[in-house]
C-alpha cells in the first residue's frame, strides 16, 4: 500500500510553502526577470472592472497601457534605487528635453483572458547584453495574473535612445550603459538562481514520488470498506 508517512507529509508541505512564498521568483526569476522592490514595474497592482470589455475579460489594449506604465517605473526604479546620482537624466528621459527613449514597437503575446477581481506584476528585463554603440535595445516583458499565479501576457518592446535636441538616434548614454550592464548581470545572476530552485524543488517531487505511489509494488490503499 502507498501514502505519506508523517516525515513525507512534512516535506511535501515544506515544498509547499517555498512554492507559495517564492512564486514570482521561481517563475519569472528563473528566466531573468528581475523581481521585487525597486525592480518591478508594477507589484499587486489592482486590476479595476472598468477594464473589462464587454467579452467579460481585461481588454487587449490595456496589457499594452500596463506594460507602457510598467517601462515608466522601471525606469524610475534606477532613479530612486540603483543611480540617485543621475536622477535627473533618468527621469528626463520620458520627456522631450534631450535624450530619450522612444518606444519603437511592441509586440503582445495574449495567454490567458484575465478577468476582474485580481491584481497583476509586471516585469521588464534586457534581452541582450548593452554595448558602447547600441543605439536601440529590446525588452521583454511578463504580466503576471497574481489571482491564477500565471502568465497573462508577454510584450516585446523595441526601445530608442533618441537626441531630441538633434532630432536623431544616439548610444546610450555613460550613466544609462553602467546600469544596463549591472541589470544584465544581475539578471544573469537571478536566472540561474532560480533555475537551480526550480531543479531542486522538482527533485524533491520526483523523491515523494519515488518513495509513495510510483515505488516498485505499490498498489493504492482504497480504505476500509
Known sequence: MFGLRSGQIEEAGSILQVVTREWRELLAGSEGFLVGRGRAGFEGHQVV?????SMGHVNNVTYVRYAESARINW???YAKYHDPTHKKQWEELWTPKGDGLIL?????DFKFPM???DRISVYHKLRAPPSDASEAFILDVLILSERHQRAAARCVEDIVVYDYRRGRKTPLMSFM???FKKTWEAQEAARKKN?????ELLARVRRLEIDSWDR???VEDMGSP
Do not use: F, H
Request: hydrophobic share 35%; glycine share 8%; net charge negative.
Open 49 to 53: 472592472w472598468g477594464e473589462m470589455d
Open 75 to 77: 525606469a524610475q526604479n
Open 104 to 108: 519603437r514597437s511592441i509586440k503582445t
Open 115 to 117: 478577468s476582474w477581481p
Open 177 to 179: 550603459l553602467a546600469q
Open 195 to 199: 533555475e537551480a530552485k526550480v531543479e
Open 216 to 218: 516498485e509494488g505499490a
